[in-house]
T-cell receptor, first 116, second 111 residues
Framework: EAQVTQNPRYLITVTGKKLTVTCSQN?????MSWYRQDPGLGLRQIYY???????DKGDVPEGYKVSRKEKRNFPLILESPSPNQTSLYFC???????????????FGPGTRLTVL | RKEVEQDPGPFNVPEGATVAFNCTYS??????FFWYRQDCRKEPKLLMS???SGNEDGRFTAQLNRASQYISLLIRDSKLSDSATYLC????????????FGTGTRLTVIP
């Protein structure tokens, strides 16, 4: 089954304790990205990757890191989490960064993170 | 001004009703447009792309008005299963082709 998976699905942690949220897709997609979703603010892009070893900042990259060493994986790293990073996080992938209007973006199931 | 704006609702409509959502976008050079559906606490899923000439998929009709920079979604004969949040999504950038999401319009269809 074609899918995007994320782990963990739920995480409660404390300020300053490094954490990684994994993301993996099995569709051989080139483009992957991370979003956070907060009430009243909608989905905001954190980082994206157009292909292996190519990553770039989205709209809200502060406090986050990513890596793209393999095509299928795109982990999100919080080196020193803070309470304002409490949010619902979604990983997403798409075939390419091209301009095909029918290019569907697939989302993972989400990771609900609480930083105390 | 937000790049993509939607009325957050909620829209509470009876089964069988017709309901329409609008969405405005700020960048006139935007390339592509979509409606996504998001159920409570779940991931967004593509509902339909929006083509310049307008397009229909069963009970759903999407329209694009480039001159006024808005997109609409019409749902006819609403079903209980249509209850969800509908996200307007616009591709505003060249190159990286990033998508901008509206905050969503919440729809509840009442029996």
């Amino acid at each position: 089954e074609a899918q995007v998976t994320q782990n963990p699905r739920y995480l409660i942690t404390v300020t300053g304790k490094k954490l990684t949220v994994t993301c993996s897709q099995n569709m051989n997609h080139e483009y992957m990205s991370w979003y956070r979703q907060d009430p009243g603010l909608g989905l905001r892009q954190i980082y994206y990757s157009m292909n292996v070893e190519v990553t770039d900042k989205g709209d809200v990259p502060e406090g986050y890191k990513v890596s793209r060493k393999e095509k299928r994986n795109f982990p999100l790293i919080l080196e020193s989490p803070s309470p304002n990073q409490t949010s619902l996080y979604f990983c997403a992938s798409r075939v390419s960064a091209g301009r095909d209007i029918t290019d569907t973006q697939y989302f993972g199931p989400g990771t609900r993170l609480t930083v105390l | 001004r937000k790049e993509v704006e939607q009325d957050p609702g909620p829209f509470n409509v009876p089964e069988g009703a017709t309901v329409a959502f609008n969405c405005t976008y700020s960048n006139s050079a935007s390339q592509s447009f979509f409606w996504y559906r998001q159920d409570c606490r779940k991931e967004p899923k593509l509902l339909m792309s929006v083509y310049s000439s307008g397009n229909e998929d069963g009970r759903f009709t999407a329209q694009l008005n480039r001159a006024s920079q808005y997109i609409s979604l019409l749902i006819r004969d609403s079903k209980l299963s249509d209850s969800a949040t509908y996200l307007c999504v616009v591709n505003m950038r060249t190159g990286a082709n990033n998508l901008f999401f509206g905050t969503g319009t919440r729809l509840t269809v009442i029996p």
